[in-house]
């Protein structure tokens, strides 16, 4: 017992000694040279790309042409729209996942895994044949004669909208059911022995308990949907240009390397601004994995 | 709390239970879909099937464009799992146990994969490699690759490391082990689910991923990069058939990590 006990204190301890050091710093230093040499020394050049010229005129372009500012706003909107609904989603279920028993706890998380890990292509895909005009559901919807004509559901806002939540859901469910798991019974229990109804038990005392998971489930979201590319591109058809649409077509058809540059940096203030925004105001809750 | 209907069930349990229902419907739907589809004998994509034949996995196996991508992309993969293990595994051990000055921004280097997004790394990556004339080689696609699975394994492996019981390694020690042989035969062997998972992790980041190797691969297409171009143009039933195989391969793989891996879940 005491070795464990002492080995419990140790878990933590560094190294120690100089040898200690070298040896931490040999086994840092080749994914660090890595990752400085092929992540962060192409990053840093292609965003300087965009003040290469000496002039901010790229900059203008992206921040003030009509057009553009409406594609910067519409991804923001739409990463919102996503968040939304997948918090709607995804809050009941991982409360489900974090209260139910055994079988179901299992069953319902590979119903979660599953679609996490299958590549976002084949569900794309998957996608297109459900909801085209000639697609399943619309099939369905006219032979039971919900519908007289078929309901536009592909190559517009909707079909965006359904395909990014798919592939996100379970970056929302993954940290509510982290932060679910945790919340000790004994409080809830608590409230309603002092009387409080259901409905002030979980806006009360649930609600505030979870809300690092809704904040870490949101945020996650919202970063991912805004870099969103291969959904808005295929389920999109043409008509829903969000802002990495835009940086790739600048790039592959028009060659503007000093406007997508400046896109780019449009696009990674927006993240970090979410990002570091949203981990000050909740002291280090976020959680990654 | 159990799902099991009681007599008394309160409307909001029910009302709770209809909800998950319908999105566990929602979340498995396309991954069902494609099965049917896959089997069908009509050239067109017509539900349910006019009948059923196995024509569309034959002209998989019988297609070198598809063959072809496939060899490709598992190539890719595979040796992006061993860069990115060996070297997030060493980095992992760097960050958990060194103790220099910076270790805080190196932690941040780290994880920034995760957070820049994927579209600005592809368009930078291709500048640099189009530089040194590297588009179309496969290799650039995996130093690409291994850059985005870097990070899954030092989130996975770290966190293992981080409670593991660093006794067994100082008992091996003092028995006469080097530090380097005490990590490789006691720790690594203990922390063995966690490597299966990360193994998993970038395998599996590798193998699905679009925008990099669309960028990088030149006219040497992954099998992601083939289904995008097939999407784009000619919807056939034969992408349903590579669909199906990618669902069977990724539920075997989730399979095997159950049984040897550990934390495959990114958060839990």
């Known amino acids: 017992m005491t070795a464990i006990a002492a080995g419990a204190r140790s878990a933590r301890t560094p190294w120690r000694g100089w040898r200690a050091h070298v040896l931490a710093a040999l086994f840092t230093a080749p994914a660090l040279l890595f990752l400085l040499l092929f992540f962060l020394w192409p990053v840093l050049r292609l965003l300087s790309l965009s003040v290469e010229g000496g002039s901010l005129a790229p900059y203008q372009k992206a921040l003030t042409d009509g057009l553009y500012v409406q594609v910067l706003f519409n991804t923001a909107l739409i990463a919102a729209y996503v968040s939304a609904v997948c918090l ?109 109804p259901g409905w002030q038990v979980f806006r009360r005392v649930y609600l505030p308990l979870t809300l690092p998971g809704v904040l870490a489930g ?17 389920l999109g058809g043409g008509k829903v240009i969000m802002i990495a649409v835009l940086i790739e077509s600048q790039v592959r058809q028009f060659l503007a390397w000093d406007f997508a540059a400046a896109l780019s940096v449009v696009l990674l203030a927006m993240t970090l601004l979410v990002y570091f925004g949203l981990r000050r105001l909740f002291r280090g809750d976020l959680q990654w994995g | 709390m159990s799902p099991r209907g009681r007599p008394g069930l309160p409307a909001w349990r029910i009302a709770l239970y209809a909800w998950c229902g319908l999105v566990f419907f929602f979340l498995m739907m396309p991954l069902v879909i494609v099965f049917p589809l896959s089997f069908s004998s009509s050239p067109y994509l017509q539900f349910p099937p006019p009948g059923w034949s196995l024509r569309w ?65 592809s368009i930078a990556a291709y500048s640099l490699f189009a530089q040194v004339k590297m588009i179309g080689d496969w290799r650039a696609i995996v130093l690409g690759h291994a850059v985005h699975a870097i990070p899954y394994v030092v989130i996975v492996v770290g966190a293992a490391l981080r409670t593991y019981d660093e006794a067994y390694e100082l008992a091996a020690m003092s028995l006469g082990a080097g530090r380097l042989r005490a990590i490789w035969r006691v720790t690594l062997p203990q922390i063995r689910p966690a490597l299966v998972s990360a193994m998993f992790l970038a395998f599996i980041s590798s193998f699905d991923e679009l925008v990099v190797a669309m960028f990088l691969g030149g006219s040497n297409m992954t099998l992601p990069k083939k289904m995008f171009d097939n999407i784009l143009n000619e919807i056939d039933p034969t992408i349903a058939a590579v669909s199906v195989l990618q669902v069977v391969l990724v539920s ?14 990114p958060v839990g």
């Open chain 2, 252 to 265: 075997l793989l989730l399979v095997v990590v159950s049984r040897f891996g550990a934390g495959a879940k």
């Open chain 1, 218 to 234: 949101v945020t996650l979201v919202f970063i991912l949907s805004i870099g969103f590319f291969i959904t808005p591109a295929l």
């Open chain 2, 57 to 121: 996995y034959v002209a998989y196996v019988n297609d070198t464009a598809w063959i072809d991508a496939t060899l490709r992309s598992v190539k890719i993969a595979v040796s992006t799992t061993v860069l990115a293990t060996v070297l997030g595994t060493m980095l992992a051990f760097g960050l958990v146990r060194g103790r220099y000055p910076g270790k805080a921004l190196v932690n941040q280097v780290s994880l920034m994969p995760l957070i820049v997004p994927g579209i600005i790394y």
């Open chain 1, 88 to 196: 709607a989603l995804g809050y009941p279920v991982a409360y489900f996942l974090a209260n139910a028993r055994e079988p179901w706890v299992t069953i319902g998380i590979v119903f979660v895994l599953l679609p996490f890990w299958t590549s976002i292509l084949v569900r794309t895909y998957a996608w297109m044949v459900l909801l085209g005009r000639n697609g399943v559901i619309n099939r369905l919807l006219l032979e039971t004669g919900l519908i007289a004509a078929p309901l536009p559901l592909l190559n517009n806002l909707t079909g965006v909208l359904i395909g990014m939540v798919h592939v996100l859901l379970p970056y929302m469910i993954f940290p509510l059911y982290a932060v679910m798991r945790r919340v000790d019974p004994g409080l809830l229990s608590a409230a309603e022995g002092l009387g409080a």
